[in-house]
């Protein structure tokens, strides 16, 4: 994927006035992949070790191929309609990792709220962009 073009792409997009400058993104990416890590990697552990069921991590894999699936529809495929299906999925599978780890390991739960919060946020943000650039 040449970046040049990606980013001269994903530059030209209508985007809404409250959409965030892009060096933001970064920043918010790193410290949410700093929880993420932290907090699935207890759950994947605990799993491994049988101190949880196997059930539990689903949603978290799932999460994770999701989450690392939107930069390739996005900015490799480039196209829009392809990333807010997937960060729908970003959402719901978060918020169901969230809920079914919450019983197990209540500070995994809460420690993503920050993760949550801005799926949220991205999700009204790719379908707006979506919207105004179809």
Known sequence: MNNTNTTNWYSHLLKPTWAPPSWIFGPVWSFLYIIIFISFGTVFYKVFNKQLPL?????????????????YFQFGLKSNILAAIDISLVLVTLVWALISIYPYIRWVALINIPYLLWVMFATVLQF????INR
């Open 128 to 131: 707006t962009v979506t919207y």
């Open 55 to 71: 059930v539990v991590v689903l949603p978290f894999v799932l999460n994770i191929i999701f989450n690392i699936s939107f930069t």
